[in-house]
């Protein structure tokens, strides 16, 4: 069963995607790290808005490098993007896949020294892919640590048989240009990169190696922070890269969702589950079909909000599976009825807010958007 394509009619709510705002949000991420290129992160299905439209929209716009989270997300997305552009998955072999790299032309990430042993091993008996490395300069997720880097260097790499395609880490707080993390991280790259330089990117072959330490946040940590390549997802989707800064982003979604019910209610009425809400007043409440199944998060309970005729109403009680109720006794009854739309996502309200309702953050927000939701495509590459 499939509900992907449901159709607007039968949809409890209409999500659309803005291809030609996350290209103009490339351009933007693009302009600020050039020279240094600039590559999209399209993992997790581009963020839960759909990879197989938003990773050919960007490529048509010129981006020439993508990273994705897994292996599979790299096979679905080769066929849909022509070499020469290449595709980098985050997450490296896992333990018997390393051949499936190869046979897709994915580039790993290699993060420890199993990934570096299995690619060794590929790499000296085909034509395989190169591979970046990952150094952990301080984040303790993936990445070879301090110890296991200067072994690697010291010839415990795996031979010579590896073409290194780039040299790579991963800043834990750029979204803060105050927290002294990011520097102590960029020197330990560059001490990373000076070593792994003298040893590893010797031959022809790896000379084309790219340094990369940046995501979207990192962008805007300055010149200092772009290296060769730089690896925007969230900004690139509308999430604020600098949350304490207005965002220059675009927002790429706009989530509206029907109205099913609505019901005058009177004063000391309980609404929803657990009686949690109990109404102050006399008023007209609206049952709308998008829930925590469709992503809308039940910790968004009781702050979250909705716009309908262009007014803010309040999110009431606790959101259910499929349901969430609001307060529309402000606004004209006229236009609250079965079928009506209210905004849950729109420039206004966008990611950012709907995820500091919910005590999340815009990544959050943006990878949970439902299944069940009418999706529609705006833009050239739709
Ligand atoms: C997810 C991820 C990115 C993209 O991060 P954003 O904050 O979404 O820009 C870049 N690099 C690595 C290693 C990642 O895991």
Not at 171 to 200: I, K, S, T, Y
Not at 209 to 238: E, K, M, Q, T
Not at 309 to 324: A, C, F, N, Q, Y
Not at 343 to 358: F, H, K, P, S, T
Request: proline letters at 6%.
């Amino acid at each position: 069963m499939s509900l992907i394509f449901e159709t607007p009619a039968r949809a409890g709510a209409v999500l659309e995607i803005d291809l030609d705002a996350i290209v103009r949000n490339w351009r933007l991420l693009a302009r600020r790290a050039a020279p240094a290129a600039c590559a999209a992160v399209v993992k997790a299905d581009a963020y839960g808005l759909g990879a197989a439209k938003v990773a050919p929209a960007l490529a048509k716009a010129g981006c020439r490098f993508f990273f994705v989270a897994t292996l599979d997300e790299g096979i679905l997305l080769r066929p849909l993007l022509a070499e020469p552009v290449e595709i980098a998955v985050l997450n490296g072999p896992l333990p018997g896949s390393a051949e499936e790299f190869a046979a897709h032309r994915l580039l790993p990430v290699l993060n420890d020294p199993g990934q570096i042993e299995d690619w060794a091993r590929i790499a000296s008996c085909e034509a395989a892919p190169p591979a970046l490395l990952h150094l952990d300069t301080g984040m303790a997720r993936l990445g070879l640590c301090e110890p296991e880097f200067a072994s690697f260097l010291e010839g415990g790499r795996g031979g010579n048989a590896i073409l290194w395609r780039g040299f790579m880490s991963h800043l834990a707080c750029a979204e803060d240009p105050r927290h002294p993390q990011n520097a102590l991280q960029r020197c330990r790259f560059l001490d990373g990169l000076r070593r792994f330089g003298a040893v590893c990117t010797g031959s022809d072959a790896s000379r084309d190696s790219l340094a990369s330490l940046a995501a979207s946040s990192g962008i805007f940590l300055g010149r200092d922070y772009h290296f060769d390549l730089v690896r925007p997802g969230a900004a690139l989707y509308g999430v604020n890269p600098q949350p304490q800064h207005p965002n220059p982003m675009r927002q790429a979604v706009r989530l509206r969702g029907k109205i099913v019910q609505v019901r005058e209610v009177d004063r000391g009425q309980a609404v929803g589950y657990g009686a949690a809400h109990l109404m102050a007043h006399q008023g007209r409440l609206a049952t709308v079909a998008v829930g925590y199944a469709d992503g809308w998060p039940r910790s968004m309970s009781p702050r979250g909000l909705a716009k309908i005729g262009g007014k803010r109403v309040p999110l009431i009680g606790r959101v259910s599976m499929d349901l969430t109720i609001f307060d529309v006794s402000a606004i004209d009854p006229a236009l609250v009825r079965p079928g009506a739309f209210v905004d849950l996502l729109d420039e206004e309200y966008g990611v950012d807010q709907a995820a500091a309702d919910a005590g999340t953050i815009g990544y959050e927000i943006l990878t949970a958007l439902g299944r069940r939701y009418h999706r529609v495509y705006h833009g050239e590459a739709s």
